[in-house]
């Protein structure tokens, strides 16, 4: 049995989901500060649950239909 989780979004206890390296399913996230040279810096990573990580997505998915 896998450890649970807590996400650092909404606090809920979860099991790990998405653990193999994959390009299209995510359990989390980092923000990056991308210099003029496309050099990047990065902060914490959040681990999210799978409903945090479905709304953030939904979200970012969101905004970049609006510029169509």
């Known amino acids: 049995m896998a450890a ?3 996400c650092d ?7 790990e989901y998405n653990v193999k390296q994959s ?13 003029y040279k496309g050099s ?3 902060g914490p990573a959040y681990d999210c ?4 990580i479905k ?5 970012i998915n969101s905004l970049t239909k609006k510029e169509e």
């Open 4 to 6: 649970a989780k807590k």
């Open 9 to 15: 979004i909404c606090g809920r206890l979860y099991e």
């Open 23 to 35: 390009k299209d399913n995510f359990n989390g996230f980092m923000l990056l500060n991308i210099d």
């Open 40 to 42: 990047y810096f990065h």
């Open 49 to 52: 649950c799978p409903n945090c």
């Open 55 to 59: 709304s953030i997505l939904e979200h």
